[in-house]
């Protein structure tokens, strides 16, 4: 008898769950496009669901917020009413990129218990959070975000360190989801790649705000789940700010926050092109608007900085190095600075407040302003500190070793952006987490780190070419990255070893890493080596000291996530492009139908020689007329890359002056004693002139040789022309001495 109420009892229960199924409420929203469609599901729980041109990618997945007043958003609830609307308008930026439009369908339900589920569908993704309107405050015990894959997709990804104390996470490929064990968790945005419909999602967040940073970990199916860090109970030496407060113990709650709020975007970001990934503002755009008003003081720009090189100055008459930090060090790297328009300095950790002021004042002679490095507990635990360095003359805060995400470690950083924009002060943040649009609330945010830059290869090879070929497309979703690039110490990873003391190395060609300087969005970009290594080469430093660190333009040119990407971006009416590729060499065709029609332009480009495959230090520098008709293949070693600087001004010269320098390279030895000279068809003339015209040496040259070296032991040290003539043409190529 028993077994037949059991029986009864079971088949109600599958009875009232299809008739709720039956009875549910289904809304859709459609991308401007039409191609991405969410759907929402509405009975005793919330569900969405999305789809991309007809292939189903989420499957329906459950969302809920628990608080602790017994209400859960997303269960039992009833519909009041829905809004509907239609956005497609711009967004002005203080800085950069300013053709960014903000175009989404939106779908808003309200239900009767004071709260509202948003979801918007922009073309490029779909988000979905929460709203409630409540009396007084509330505590967050939990919530639930589900992403229920339509199959088990290949992910990349950046696995977190168990304690939540770290968003500089190396990467780690699985061909499929299920491969990864259910104890390991991601920092976002995780990239998953759908294969057979060659579609690649991102799970990110935006517009994180009073509210602890979301992981994911697996689910039980296909799928994966928000994680989040719970509220810290205790942290370890409270009552002294000049150590770590690291959380000892949580609460079993995740916040304690406002009645009313908006809750975090969780964003689902999907490309069917790779390139699209590169350029995709989607965490931008779901953040809050901005809310400095006056922003003439805001003021991105590169920065000369001594703490990666140790503040060793090779060969130089003033004490140097970490132990030598001084006025007459840093005074080098202003005059630096100012010598190559850049905008920066930084003083790292050792600085003194003995002669702060007095190099601030300096600095400000030389129209070159002073960033600050700071330990994060001085500016969160005493009210004056900020006032205290501002009162030095320091333009800008980089505020390091935060190493949290709880709802109490997120507030610190909108907490320091509010008090430095009310001082006028820029910020940087360093050892952080991962950034989720609150630049675009506070513009005065430069950078965040969450990105193992060149810091680390003073301790391991994580920072290496396959490395710089995945982060563009997932790590700088959510917002620029300080990787600090700049390292003339150039090795392949098969050459490279870790240097905690001292001058590191990095690994890549030359041109690889400097191709960082356009690849990566960082308004605040460093020069990471020392101002002695990068005068012993001209061409790259008047390379560096004219390439901006904001955009007015990016279009994508080539890119396949970890393998390769080539950019080229817009400041004013100069272009440059930058292209890199990981441990496979290869050959990549530079389109430059991105330039205005009607002129010829002078472009300066930098790419590796045959010899770059066993010394990355090497390069080779040419000159090309080129116009929007343009198109020319460069090859790239192993860890190589390109640059490439277009002039504003249309070109004057004539092809037998400057030609399109696709067929000769030009590239010193190690001592740079002797010049190599090689071309694609047979050497006639070269001759070697300085930038003033005066001819130094010249030798024709018979027979069919394509190579040619010649002894430049005689010259001065400087920058000079060599003057190459083949059977087809004229050729100028700079190089150093």
């Not at 400097?514 to 790259?540: G, H, N, W």
């Not at 390109?642 to 004057?652: C, M, N, P, Y």
Request: proline share 4%; aromatic share 12%; net charge negative.
């Amino acid at each position: 008898m028993r077994f037949y109420t059991y029986l009864r009892c079971g088949l109600l229960m599958i009875f009232l769950s299809i008739m709720l199924q039956a009875y549910a409420q289904t809304y859709t929203v459609k991308s401007p496009n039409e191609l991405l469609v969410a759907t929402v599901s509405v009975s005793d729980k919330i569900t969405y669901a999305v789809a991309y041109d007809g292939v189903s990618l989420i499957t329906p997945s459950v969302v809920s917020i628990t608080l602790d007043n017994g209400l859960t958003l997303g269960a039992n609830g009833t519909v009041q009413n829905t809004e509907t609307r239609s956005v497609n308008e711009p967004i002005t930026r203080v800085y950069g990129k300013n053709d960014i439009t903000d175009e989404f369908n939106e779908l808003t339900i309200h239900f009767t218990d004071s709260y509202s589920f948003i979801v918007r569908a922009y073309n490029e993704g779909v988000a979905y959070r929460f709203e409630t309107v409540l009396p007084g405050n509330v505590v967050v015990v939990s919530e639930g975000a589900d992403f229920n894959f339509a199959v088990s997709p290949a992910v990349i990804f950046p696995e977190a360190d168990a304690a939540m104390q770290s968003w500089e996470r190396a990467y780690t490929t699985y061909d499929k989801l299920s491969d990864i064990s259910t104890d390991k968790f991601a920092i976002t945005p995780t990239l998953f790649t759908f294969k057979d419909a060659g579609l690649r999602v991102a799970i990110a967040e935006s517009d994180l705000l009073d509210y602890p940073g979301m992981y994911l970990e697996r689910n039980a199916g296909t799928g994966v789940r928000g994680k989040w860090a719970q509220y810290p109970k205790t942290v370890s030496d409270e009552n002294d700010m000049y150590k770590y407060h690291r959380v000892t113990s949580r609460e079993n709650f995740l916040a304690r926050t406002s009645g009313t709020r908006s809750y975090p975007w969780r964003v689902v970001i999907v490309s069917a092109d790779d390139k699209d990934l590169l350029t995709n503002e989607l965490v931008f755009k779901l953040a809050s608007e901005q809310v400095i008003t006056n922003t003439s003081w805001i003021k991105p720009g590169k920065s000369a900085w001594e703490w990666w090189h140790d503040a060793i100055l090779e060969g130089s008459s003033i004490p140097s190095g970490e132990a030598n930090l001084s006025l007459a060090l840093y005074k080098v790297y202003v005059d630096f600075a100012a010598q190559n328009k850049l905008e920066y300095i930084t003083m790292d950790a050792g600085w003194s407040t003995d002669y702060a002021a007095q190099l601030c004042q300096y600095a400000a002679s030389k129209n070159v302003k002073v960033f600050a490095w700071d330990f994060i507990n001085l500016p969160v635990q005493d009210p004056n500190r900020l006032s205290q360095l501002k009162n030095l003359g320091i333009a800008g805060v980089k505020v390091d070793l935060i190493e949290r995400d709880d709802q109490v470690a997120i507030n610190w950083l909108e907490q320091l952006a509010k008090a430095c924009a009310e001082r006028q002060m820029m910020i940087a943040f360093h050892g952080c987490p991962k950034p989720t649009g609150l630049e675009r609330k506070y513009p005065n945010i430069m950078n965040f780190e969450a990105v193992r830059g060149n810091e680390t290869t003073k301790w391991d090879d994580t920072a290496n070419p396959d490395y710089h070929l995945q982060i563009p497309f997932i790590r700088m979703l959510a917002g620029p990255f300080d990787y600090t690039p700049g390292s003339m110490r150039n090795v392949h990873r098969s050459q490279f070893k870790p240097v905690p003391t001292g001058i590191p190395m990095t690994m890549g060609t030359r041109v690889h890493e400097l191709a960082m300087y356009v690849m990566f969005d960082q308004p605040l970009a460093y020069l990471c080596d020392s101002p002695i290594e990068y005068r012993k080469y001209t061409d790259l430093l008047g390379f560096l000291a004219n390439v901006p660190s904001t955009w007015d333009r990016s279009v994508p040119l080539a890119a396949s996530v970890g393998e390769y990407a080539a950019f080229a971006r817009q400041k004013g009416q100069e272009w440059y492009v930058g292209a890199m590729t990981n441990h496979d060499a290869r050959d990549i065709e530079i389109d430059f139908s991105f330039l205005p029609g009607g002129t010829n332009r002078v472009a300066e480009i930098y790419h590796d020689t045959d010899l770059s495959n066993s010394d990355a230090r090497v390069y080779t520098q040419q000159i090309a007329i080129v116009s929007n008709q343009s198109k020319i293949t460069f090859h790239m070693v192993a860890e190589g890359g390109l640059i490439i600087r277009v002039h504003g001004e249309e070109a004057t010269g004539t092809e037998e002056t400057v030609k399109e320098a696709a067929h000769v390279w030009v590239y010193p030895n190690e001592t740079r004693t002797q010049l190599s000279v090689q071309a694609t068809e047979a050497i006639r003339n070269v001759r070697i002139i300085d930038m003033s015209g005066r001819t130094y040496f010249t030798s024709d040259i018979s027979g069919r040789s394509t190579l040619e070296r010649v002894d430049v032991a005689g010259l001065k040290s400087g920058l000079y022309v060599a003057r190459v003539t083949t059977e087809s043409g004229v050729y100028s190529v700079k190089f150093v001495r």
